[in-house]
């Protein structure tokens, strides 16, 4: 029966309880491990792809992002001192970004068909990485709740 109430057997004994299954640990620590592994896959095929300062400036953003997804799912909410630190995060970032194409400003030297492809290149690099900050935070979210059923 799986609901943990003792059984009785064929001669009339009482059988063991069978241990209370459930099935939401197996789901947590399955989803646990394939977003975990998203996530890698996700940050090599960018660093692949692109200069590892840039997708660094990006994966710096990562608590926003598991932040973010924490307030949308409504698994917890923000405290007026985390919404300061996540200010200055951001603007870390932004500054970050802001400097990095200041010094890489070549752009009169490259062609139209150039300029369009490096840009394609660096927002493809920029949704890998935030992909890979997504399932960073919904790794972080499923290890949570599965330690918390398992305790």
């Not at 990485?129 to 960073?136: D, K, L, Q, S």
Request: glycine share 4%; aromatic share 10%; with cysteine.
């Amino acid at each position: 029966r799986g609901d943990g109430s003792p059984r009785l057997g064929s001669s009339g004994s009482v059988l063991l309880k069978e241990p209370h299954y459930e099935p939401s640990y197996d789901r947590d620590f399955i989803l646990t491990g394939l977003f975990n592994s998203l996530d890698f896959l996700a940050s090599n095929s960018a660093f692949y792809f692109s200069a590892a300062s840039f997708v660094e400036t990006i994966k710096a953003s990562e608590p926003i992002t598991t932040t973010m997804v924490a307030l949308f799912w409504r698994i917890d909410q923000l405290r007026p001192k985390e919404g300061v630190a996540l200010l200055v995060l951001v603007s870390g970032v932004l500054l970050s970004t802001f400097d990095n194409a200041e010094t890489h400003d070549d752009s009169s030297k490259m062609s139209a068909e150039e300029e369009s492809e490096l840009a394609f290149l660096s927002v493809r690099t920029a949704l890998t990485v935030m992909t890979a900050n997504i399932c960073f935070a919904f790794r972080a979210l499923c290890q949570k709740r599965y330690r918390s059923n398992t305790k």
